[in-house]
């Protein structure tokens, strides 16, 4: 009796554990068929980067030239429009 209870319960958990598995969903790991889109982004971004970079060290340059003048302009009605929000 308790070696057939026993093959019992072996056989109901592998009848639940199929029963978890075969419902699961299937993953697929496969890459991404756009990963030659995605290095040719990854190389326009550093690109970008790079000329970023290089624009702020022009504008280093020319502050630290003391050339630059700059000229504020009040509009006093801007100012007060300003003052209601």
């Avoid at 993953?27 to 970008?48: C, I």
């Avoid at 504020?72 to 300003?82: E, I, K, Q, T």
Wanted: aromatic share 4%; proline share 4%.
């Amino acid at each position: 009796m308790r070696r057939c209870f026993g093959s019992a319960m072996l056989v109901a958990c592998a009848f639940l554990l199929g029963a978890v598995l075969g419902f699961h969903p299937a993953t697929n790991a496969a890459a991404p068929d756009d990963a030659a889109d995605s290095a040719d982004q990854d190389k326009m971004v550093v690109d970008q980067l790079k000329e970023v970079n290089a624009q702020l060290k022009d504008l280093a340059v020319l502050l630290r030239s003391g050339r630059v003048r700059v000229t504020v302009l009040m509009n006093p009605d801007l100012d007060r429009d300003a003052g209601r929000k």
